[in-house]
């Protein structure tokens, strides 16, 4: 079982609203961006929440997720990641962690990252865009108590460089999927729309 999680506990300090109850194409970026992944097939997915719970909660209603609540968000994106590892079932073998700020994250991307696990059986399977490393990152079972350790606001990146040789790299050729920090961000997401 390769189960996935949603990082979706931010304060939205730079946007100055909950950016992740915008809209997009009619629909709020948290359910975009979680449709994306259930869309994978990975299961369970687990959506990390903080402050704005019972709104996102309302925002994925219908989807056939679980809501894990972080409740030291203010501790960095972190806390959000040691809160889902914490709650994943005993029986998940590798668990994808993607940002719930990147509503339209390519439809390949996660499927290559799985292909990429089942053939290579490294530990930790990501991204690299045109433009360097992204998200989402598989990890295998065997690192979840080093995610259950992280601190701080860089989320599992200290996991990842730790040791390269336990890391598989996937190439694409485009560059990475526009995440959601400033107002600026949402304007452009808009403009693009669902392109990929």
């Not at 996935?4 to 009619?26: D, F, N, T, Y």
């Not at 889902?84 to 719930?100: F, H, M, N």
């Not at 089942?118 to 108590?145: C, H, K, M, Q």
Request: glycine residues 10%; charged residues 25%.
């Amino acid at each position: 079982m390769i189960a996935g999680i949603v990082l979706a506990a931010g304060l939205s300090r730079r946007m100055g609203r909950a950016k992740l109850l915008l809209p997009l194409a009619g629909r709020p970026v948290i359910r975009l961006s979680v449709e994306r992944v259930l869309a994978s097939g990975v299961a369970p997915v687990l959506v990390v929440t903080g402050v704005e719970h019972a709104a996102l909660a309302e925002a994925v209603a219908g989807l056939p997720v679980e809501l894990v609540g972080n409740p030291h968000p203010e501790s960095g994106q972190s806390s959000s990641i040691r809160a889902g590892v914490a709650a994943l079932p005993r029986a998940a073998e590798a668990v994808l962690i993607a940002l719930g700020d990147q509503p339209y994250l390519p439809a390949p991307v996660i499927p290559a990252l799985l292909g990429e696990r089942e053939r290579t059986r490294r530990s930790i399977v990501a991204p690299r865009y045109r433009d360097g490393r992204g998200n989402p990152v598989l990890f295998g079972r065997e690192l979840f108590s080093e995610l259950l350790e992280i601190t701080g606001d860089r989320g599992a990146r200290a996991v990842v460089e730790r040791d390269e040789r336990r890391v598989a790299l996937v190439d694409f050729d485009f560059p990475m999927p526009g995440d959601l920090d400033t107002p600026e961000d949402y304007d452009g997401l808009q403009a693009r729309g669902n392109t990929v």
